[in-house]
């Protein structure tokens, strides 16, 4: 099994765990300045955030910081990589090897933060039994063979109007977790894990919010 | 200038904005089984959502949907693309050919919802000189000589402590919005608008509730 114990099992409020992230990109820009301490207040004021908030994100993590100290920079780093589930790499199935599907195989960064590639479905001759960035792609009917593997990671990138079909696909296979794609709200049972990541849909509040700016110019 | 005039300039909530790509891509779907007219109940069931909040959402378009006969499918479509600014290109320059960068250069998904990368900028000799799907790959130096071309839009993939500098040098080369890969927040000016995408941070959502589903299952 690809779940290591480092994956942390506690439910973290979205908002703390996006931020987490952004701490950890933080922290290593510290680490690499020669910081070896750091307190949440000078967190917070680097980050744009409350010094509280800092204290409270970072306390789902074990890390504890020390009065007039403040945290440790290495163990902090270490904890919350850990905590985040970036040291375990876990094993994700791709379905859809379309402009986005192809994007993602080409994405090493992903293995980097835990997630690596293990094959990719598609019905498209052109790309079915060819390798993108390493990455095999299988025909989608071969799924059902691979399925219950041990992989619980799929990442849907099928166009429009196979998204729920595929997606149910996925689950049957014995996916828990879709890293959804696509601009569709698929339905799964409850315990299954959907996380959208539309990249259109932050594209399209980039625009509306550079109009709005625009415009006020223009005032 | 790239900004047409369909890119409507209400600073529209990021929530509702949000959803419209979701509504879109649903409504695209209802056209495909043939239905011509769509009730706002029929999208909220659909889609999970509540009745009230499909009508507020739409009110942002210029659409109204009537009573008994609800929304036209095909003009509802029309005037989502439009509103979201899909249908007018926006040019933009990618920052940082790494594993992400050039995994977008691939995406050739952007163009269709409206952006279209016309240039990269990096430092790795490896890639400076090259195209990578379509896109020629210059040296980041040579940006100030490209800077104030009327290319609003950044997209921001560089390492993490490149980030706020190279950020600022975009800023100060005319960019007005910046679509932020990285997982640094960076700092500009209120009239830059930042597009915060971290897909890494969408993982550790996901890791975090599969580990979670997981722990439950043990129980």
């Known amino acids: 099994m690809s779940q290591g114990k480092s994956k ?15 701490y950890l990109a933080y922290l290593k820009l510290a680490r690499k300045e020669g910081l070896k301490h750091i307190s949440s207040t000078l967190i917070a004021r680097d980050m744009g955030v409350d010094p509280t908030q800092v204290t409270k994100d970072l306390s789902y993590t074990s890390i504890v910081g020390k009065t007039r100290v403040g945290y440790e920079v290495e163990p902090l780093i270490d904890e919350l990589e850990s905590f985040l589930g970036f040291t375990v790499v876990d094993e994700a199935y791709l379905f859809g090897v379309g402009s986005l599907g192809r994007a993602l195989l080409h994405d090493h960064g992903l293995k980097q933060f835990g997630l690596k590639v293990v094959a990719a479905f598609d019905v498209n001759p052109d790309v079915v039994g060819r390798k993108i960035g390493g990455v095999p792609i299988y025909h989608f009917d071969e799924f059902k063979n691979m399925s219950n593997s041990g992989v619980q990671i799929g990442i849907l990138t099928v166009p429009v109007d196979k998204s729920q079909y595929v997606a149910s696909s996925m689950i049957e296979g014995g996916i828990k977790a879709i890293w959804n794609f696509t601009p569709v709200r698929i339905k799964v049972d409850d315990d299954v894990v959907v996380q959208n990541t539309s990249l259109y849909a932050h594209l399209a509040v980039m625009f509306n919010r550079l109009k709005s700016n625009n415009a006020k110019m223009l005032k």
Chains 1, 2 share one sequence.
């Open 8 to 22: 942390k099992n506690y439910l973290v409020p979205e908002p703390a765990l996006r931020r987490m992230p952004c």
